[in-house]
């Protein structure tokens, strides 16, 4: 691989599920998913590995289903890549 997938900056971060920001509860998810060619998830491949609360889990699956990335790179050509990443959930004190 030339050049890994990367996150365009357009991108927005999950958002923090209301019911737990107003319980003070903070959270964590790990999650694996392939992004294609043209830089889209496949969301058929998406898997929350694991997850603190399902609202987290479910936060983070709305905000990859509309995510966009500079697809991978392998000698000149876009690929796709199997890409995991964790995602925080934290509050402001």
């Known amino acids: 691989m030339d050049r890994p997938v990367r996150a365009l900056s357009s991108n ?3 958002v923090y599920p209301d019911v737990l920001r107003s319980h003070g509860i903070e959270g964590e998810v790990f999650a694996r998913f392939v992004v294609d060619e043209a830089g889209r998830v496949d969301m058929k491949t998406f898997e929350v590995i694991s997850a603190s609360s399902p609202p987290f889990a479910a ?3 709305y905000s990859i289903e ?5 697809p991978a790179e392998a000698a000149g050509r876009r690929v796709a890549q199997l890409v995991e990443q964790h995602f925080q959930f ?4």
């Open 90 to 93: 934290r509050l402001d004190r």
């Open 59 to 61: 936060a983070v699956r």
């Open 66 to 70: 509309r995510a966009r990335f500079k």
């Open 12 to 14: 927005r971060a999950p």
